[in-house]
């Protein structure tokens, strides 16, 4: 999925500072490889910046932002080391086709904001966009928590394709997904494209 940078950013905002606010919460997991993000109740686990994956996690959209792409899923980003894949902070622009499936909501100065593992985004032409912390970020209330959406789906191969036919399938109806009317601003219209592509494709997903 090739995703555009928004124009007047990139040339600013491309490889500058990342877009977070404040440390998460210092708090980790018992692997002490996870943060535990409790800014505005979010209260969400993530892995925490560096930590290097030997492989994307399934359904992992690529986000291209320069010479090297980027990886999104479930509110993490990562970027390509060597075979294996880091994980990093964005930096301000680049865009989304849908948020996380957890985030908060938060209302700033008027305007809506999306928040999840210390990144803020903004509702963007082709998604959400990257956005640095806003003015009184710190002091904001949640509009929302957002409950948990649909976990992971299981895809069942009726026809006996194998697992790499199946990623090019499942990547090919992601991309498909996002020209679908409504698509970047509703995440249930996103999955039901996709479940609809992946069926036409020989596929069951449950």
């Not at 109740?41 to 291209?64: E, F, I, K, Q, S």
């Not at 100065?109 to 956005?131: D, E, I, K, M, R």
């Amino acid at each position: 999925m090739k995703i555009a940078l928004i124009p007047a950013l990139v040339a600013t905002t491309l490889f500058t500072a990342l877009a977070t606010g404040p440390a998460l919460a210092d708090r980790h997991g018992p692997d002490g490889r996870m943060v535990y993000d409790t800014r505005y109740h979010h209260d969400h686990y993530y892995p925490a910046a560096g930590w290097v994956a030997p492989a994307l996690p399934r359904g992992a959209v690529v986000v291209h932002g320069g010479p090297r792409p980027y990886y999104f899923h479930g509110g993490v980003w990562y970027r390509p080391d060597g075979p294996r894949f880091r994980v990093v902070l964005p930096p301000l622009g680049l865009v989304v086709p849908i948020l996380p499936w957890a985030y908060v909501t938060l209302q700033i100065g008027g305007l809506p904001y999306f928040y999840a593992n210390g990144v803020y985004y903004q509702h963007a032409p082709s998604g959400y966009v990257v956005v640095a912390p806003p003015a009184n970020a710190e002091s904001a209330q949640p509009v929302q928590n957002v409950p948990p959406g649909k976990p992971e789906p299981i895809i069942y191969p009726r026809n006996g394709q194998s697992a790499q036919q199946q990623e090019a399938d499942r990547q090919e109806c992601n991309r498909w997904a996002t020209s679908q009317p409504s698509a970047m601003a509703d995440g249930s219209v996103f999955q039901r494209a996709v479940e609809a592509c992946m069926d036409g494709r020989g596929y069951t997903m449950k």
